[in-house]
């Protein structure tokens, strides 16, 4: 099976730093070299995978992942708590998810199954660059934070997304949809995702889910 990124393997995307204004080179993306496993090696192919992304505010389960062939594998609900859960097809929770008020960037934190501190698995962080919108995952390992462990970045510039490593040219996703700077969030959406061999996927739904949330949260004024 060819790679979802083989119309990438040109030079073709702009840096997503701030020194993009100055010229930076193109950069040419590849696949992982080594399995991304961060919640559960179950949920990696050892092929492309292609996953729809569905929300509809106007329903509990706002936000549902399916493969290709239309299964649900993810949904995303609300606990009365306050935090939202990813769970499977089994409704077990895989990802659960809180959020930090108090933090300037109102940092999401991901948790391994229902929320518990000792099973904190990556922080997100929304931060601005030239032209873009970027959010910076780190592991719980990461305790310094000084670099990114894996970005999603919406680049304004080009309309696209993508889920890439700290290296930025190792692709974990690819979003397929247009990414614009207008300030709405429509009720329904839906779009595919490109998925590399060998990437946790739930992974990559976890953090399309806080994507989504961030921005929903961004366009009501609570993002700095």
Known sequence: MSSPYSAMSSPCYSSD??????GTPDRVFKEPEYPVVIVDQKYCANYPVQLVFE??????????????????IFRARKKKSGCRVM????????????????????????????????????????TRGYKSLRYDVYMSSNMTESTFNYRVYDNFKD???IIFAQDKTTVLAQLHTQVTRQKTVKTEDKFSVSVS???DKAFVSALLIIREEVRKSRYKGYES
């Open 159 to 161: 309309g696209t997304s």
């Open 197 to 199: 061999p060998n990437v």
């Open 17 to 22: 730093d701030d020194l993009s204004r100055k």
């Open 87 to 126: 769970v499977d097809e089994s409704d077990q929770p895989v990802v659960s998810f809180t959020t930090k008020h108090i933090t300037m960037h109102r940092r999401r934190q991901a948790y391994k199954g229902d929320h518990n501190e000792h099973h904190r698995l990556f922080t997100v962080k929304k």
């Open 55 to 72: 929300k509809n505010r106007e329903v509990d389960d706002k936000f549902k992942i399916s493969d290709d062939d239309g299964n649900v």
